[in-house]
């Protein structure tokens, strides 16, 4: 069902009866200043759910199409043990993005009009995705440092507003966790082997550690969608908050994998009690938006064969589960 088809959710009853609205919204803003949870079947402004709609959606997107660049190198794992391991860490993110897809369903919006979004580009996707994988070490490197953005991205998601995502959120972190310690696993074992192994393990995070800091999206001052959706609580700190934090919570964890992050202007700021760092690329940030990132095109083109190629599936178990309701309703009536 479309979007479009799905009906408004129910504004509170008065007395008599008629939603009214005000008072509808006077209890929104209330249970959001109690820290109280908004659930499917309450009252919620129009806009809130489309931002839980656009920024859940985004996030399942991210789930799904950031199982292609470490997908790329199942085949490849250098062991059987790195091989099951990867394989079990991309089947967490087809699962993170169904408990995504999920939650973002509980909005009104269904997961094939979610599907053609991501297809036609009207919907995004985390720009991390968008860079390539051209060697075994990159799977520590997502795991370490775009894992670890995540962990810093979506622990305070946890305690967002929306009931279904938080509760998303908690199944996904603790995965998230175990992902970002078996990359830094990876990247530990490559900078303590030999020297190739370890410029390998070097040239990754050299690769992965500016995108990384893109994550956390555009500078506070630039985001338009921070203030509304923190003032939600949706979001619990801004873009600049949470890439500081990951920032601070990264330096320590290089210096024991003996690697260094590419940036001269790194170093600890005792004033402010934070790592200052440099300038970030945003203009490479926006292109990537744009689609115009190393592998936007690949990411899209691959999805968009999976789909096609799922097709007689869907179909399928839209067939079965026809059938299996038309039993349950021919049983309730001999029974009856
Ligand atoms: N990439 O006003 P802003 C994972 C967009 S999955 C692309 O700050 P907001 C994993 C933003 O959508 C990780 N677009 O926005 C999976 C907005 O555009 P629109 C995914 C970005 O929503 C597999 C515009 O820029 N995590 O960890 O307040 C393997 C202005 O930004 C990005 C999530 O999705 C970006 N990086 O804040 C391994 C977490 N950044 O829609 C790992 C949930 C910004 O207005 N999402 N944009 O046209 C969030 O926390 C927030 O949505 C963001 C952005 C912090 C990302």
Not at 46 to 68: D, F, P, V
Request: net charge negative; aromatic share 10%; glycine share 6%.
């Amino acid at each position: 069902m479309h979007t479009a088809d799905r009906p408004a959710p129910a504004a509170v009853p008065t007395q008599h009866g008629q939603p009214d609205t005000t008072e509808a919204q006077a209890e929104f803003d209330a249970r959001i200043a109690a820290e109280g949870r908004i659930e499917p079947r309450d009252w919620m402004p129009e806009a809130y759910r489309k931002t839980l709609i656009r920024q859940i959606g985004q996030h399942a997107h991210s789930e799904i199409i950031g199982m292609q660049p470490e997908g790329n190198w199942i085949t490849r794992a250098p062991s059987l043990k790195r091989k099951s391991i990867l394989m079990a860490k991309v089947q967490d993110e087809a699962g993170h993005g169904l408990y995504l897809y999920s939650a973002a369903e509980t909005l009104g919006i269904d997961r094939d009009t979610m599907t053609e979004q991501l297809i036609e580009g009207t919907a995004r996707y985390s720009s991390i995705f968008n860079y390539p994988t051209p060697t075994w070490a990159d799977m520590g490197a997502i795991g370490w440092l775009v894992d670890g953005a995540a962990i810093c991205n979506q622990v305070p998601l946890c305690r967002a507003s929306y009931g279904p995502y938080a509760r998303a959120m908690v199944r996904i972190c603790k995965e998230e966790s175990f992902h970002q310690r078996q990359g830094f696993e990876i990247l530990y074992e490559l900078s303590h082997g030999t020297e190739a192994q370890k410029a390998m393990a070097q040239d990754a995070v050299d690769r992965w550690w500016w995108p990384s800091l893109m994550m956390f999206g555009p500078p506070d001052a630039d985001s338009p969608n921070s203030a509304q959706s923190m003032a939600w609580k949706i979001k619990r700190f801004s873009n600049d908050e949470l890439r500081q934090r990951f920032v601070d919570m990264t330096v320590p964890q290089s210096e024991v994998l003996g690697l260094t992050l590419p940036d001269p202007d790194l170093k600890w700021n005792e004033d402010r009690g934070h790592y200052d760092f440099g300038e970030i690329d945003w203009t490479e940030f926006k292109e990537v938006l744009k689609g115009r990132g190393p592998c936007n095109h690949l990411r899209i083109a691959n999805r968009k064969a999976a789909h096609d190629n799922g097709a007689w599936v869907r179909e399928a178990a839209s067939a079965y589960a026809a059938k299996q309701s038309r039993r349950t309703a021919d049983a309730y009536q001999e029974a009856s």
